[in-house]
């Protein structure tokens, strides 16, 4: 039997990807965590730099301490710290997790839902104990 593309394209056209929405996929807890997990790590890997010549420039002398301190003082720069600490408080909590799974920890439904629940709470938790301590 000979083969040739025209053989072929018909069948592969059938057998590709199709388009999934996200949004409009209704995504178990655990799915959610594993997402903001992605999106926690891409944000801090972004905002490493910027955290880094912060430090360097507060460690410069006493005009870079003040110049950071009059930055971190502004409501937009309190706003980002905060969503840093979200980031990293979630980053953290889900990794436990996700090691937790990697050692076959909670893999039953019930315990997976507990557990992703438990690393949301405990991520919102962090960030309004910052929260108070950053605005008062």
Do not use: C
């Amino acid at each position: 039997m000979q083969v040739d593309a025209f053989t072929i394209l018909p069948r592969a056209m059938s057998e590709r990807p199709v388009y999934l929405n996200l949004l409009r996929i209704h995504l178990p807890v655990s799915g959610w965590v594993s997402i903001l997990h992605r999106l926690s790590g891409g944000l801090l890997f972004l905002a490493a730099p910027i955290g880094v010549w912060g430090l360097s420039l507060s460690l410069s002398g006493e005009a870079g301490f003040r110049r950071v301190a009059e930055w971190i003082g502004h409501p937009f720069s309190k706003l980002f710290l905060l969503i840093l600490t979200w980031a990293f408080a979630h980053h953290l909590f889900a990794g436990l997790r996700h090691l937790a799974l990697d050692g076959h920890w909670g893999l039953d439904l019930r315990h997976a839902r507990l557990s992703s629940i438990a690393v949301l709470l405990a991520g919102a938790l962090v960030t309004l104990l910052f929260a108070g301590k950053l605005f008062t």
